[in-house]
C-alpha cells in the first residue's frame, strides 16, 4: 500500500462449485456460469464448464485477474451467473470482500460462500480464490 492508502490486488478464481441444481451439469465441456469480479467500477469475468463430478455442479477456472491502483477501502465483488438464462433468473448469487481485510504481500486462498438472491434457489455455491 502506498501512502495514499492505494495498492494493487492480484484475484485468482481457481473454482467453483454448486452452481447450478444436480442434475443440470453437463457431461460434455459447456460454458454453463460465469463468474464475474468488480472492484471500484472495474469488471472483469471468466467462464466455468460445469460438470457433475461427485454430487456437485461446479468447476475448475484457473485465472489470475489483477486491478491496479485501488483504494485500500474497496470491495472485491464476486458475482456468479447462469450462462443459459437472461437476468435476473440467472443471478445464482454474490459476495463482498472488503479489500482492508485482506493481508498485504500475501497470498490467500479460501472459499466464499455466495449469498443466493432472495427467493432464489437454495444453493451452496461458492467460489474459491
Given at each position: 500500500?502506498d501512502?495514499?492508502g492505494?495498492?494493487?490486488?492480484?484475484?485468482?478464481?481457481l473454482e467453483a462449485?454448486d452452481?447450478?441444481p444436480k442434475?443440470?451439469g453437463?457431461?460434455l465441456?459447456v460454458?454453463?456460469?460465469?463468474?464475474?469480479?468488480?472492484?471500484?467500477n472495474i469488471?472483469?469475468?471468466?467462464s466455468?464448464?460445469c460438470?457433475s463430478?461427485?454430487?456437485?455442479t461446479g468447476?475448475?477456472?484457473?485465472?489470475e485477474f489483477?486491478f491496479s491502483?485501488l483504494?485500500?477501502s474497496?470491495?472485491?465483488?464476486?458475482?456468479?451467473a447462469?450462462?443459459?438464462?437472461?437476468p435476473?433468473?440467472?443471478?445464482?448469487g454474490a459476495?463482498?470482500?472488503?479489500v482492508a481485510?485482506?493481508?498485504?504481500?500475501?497470498?490467500?486462498?479460501?472459499?466464499?460462500?455466495?449469498?443466493p438472491p432472495?427467493?432464489?434457489?437454495?444453493?451452496n455455491?461458492?467460489v474459491?480464490l
Amino acid at each position: 500500500m502506498d501512502s495514499e492508502g492505494r495498492c494493487d490486488l492480484v484475484v485468482t478464481v481457481l473454482e467453483a462449485i454448486d452452481l447450478l441444481p444436480k442434475g443440470q451439469g453437463r457431461k460434455l465441456p459447456v460454458e454453463d456460469a460465469v463468474i464475474k469480479l468488480k472492484l471500484n467500477n472495474i469488471w472483469r469475468s471468466t467462464s466455468v464448464v460445469c460438470t457433475s463430478a461427485l454430487g456437485t455442479t461446479g468447476g475448475k477456472v484457473q485465472e489470475e485477474f489483477s486491478f491496479s491502483s485501488l483504494s485500500s477501502s474497496g470491495v472485491l465483488e464476486v458475482f456468479a451467473a447462469s450462462a443459459h438464462s437472461t437476468p435476473p433468473a440467472s443471478f445464482i448469487g454474490a459476495v463482498a470482500i472488503p479489500v482492508a481485510r485482506l493481508p498485504e504481500n500475501e497470498r490467500v486462498e479460501q472459499w466464499y460462500l455466495l449469498k443466493p438472491p432472495p427467493n432464489g434457489r437454495e444453493l451452496n455455491s461458492a467460489v474459491r480464490l
